[in-house]
């Protein structure tokens, strides 16, 4: 008797205590190599290029990050603040990258009518998304990654606020140059 109360016991806790599976992660950590993609994509500055990867931006800092939906109000406000800061970031040797799992037409309408100046990827089964811990389907999860020249992650934000978090990701990136 004493066992089966003291089974009941830790099963209750482990069924309802689920602090530490909601804390735990899957994005790759500081130092990991960065997961490779090729993803379709727009870049209205580079409207010929259509299919993107890695390694294009080998020798470069690479800020990718993940984001729901174009046109929605948290996404355009993310948007917004990294094509404002897009000359910062090139001082710097930065690239930026926008993945979510709308199509090229959605990301070419949302860069001509939000003016944003940067490559935005599309990655509608999430493949690339779940990668870097940032799938929650049908939809990316808001995370960021700064990779290094030398293609590892050198800093991450998992969960980001908007508000801000260019001018967040652009002061790190000074602390590592």
Not at 21 to 42: K, M, S, T, Y
Not at 69 to 78: I, N, Q, R, S, V
Request: charged content about 25%.
């Amino acid at each position: 008797m004493r066992n089966l109360v003291l089974s009941i016991f830790i099963s209750f806790i482990l069924l309802f205590n689920c602090n530490s599976a909601v804390a735990f992660d899957f994005a790759p950590e500081v130092g990991d190599i960065a997961p490779n993609f090729q993803l379709e994509g727009f870049n209205k500055n580079i409207k010929s290029k259509k299919i993107w990867k890695l390694n294009d931006f080998q020798g470069k800092w690479l800020v990718m990050y993940f984001y729901p939906k174009d046109f929605t109000a948290g996404c355009t406000l993310e948007a917004k603040g990294f094509s404002e800061l897009k000359k910062d970031f090139s001082k710097y040797n930065a690239e930026i990258v926008g993945i979510s799992a709308d199509n090229q037409d959605s990301h070419e309408n949302f860069c001509s009518e939000k003016s944003i100046n940067y490559t935005l990827l599309s990655d509608p089964e999430g493949i690339i998304s779940d990668k870097y811990g940032s799938w929650i389907p049908p939809f990316s999860d808001r995370n960021t990654f700064l990779i290094s020249p030398e293609g590892k992650i050198s800093y991450r934000w998992i969960s980001v606020l908007p508000i801000n978090h260019a001018k967040e990701v652009l002061n790190v990136l000074k602390k590592k140059i």
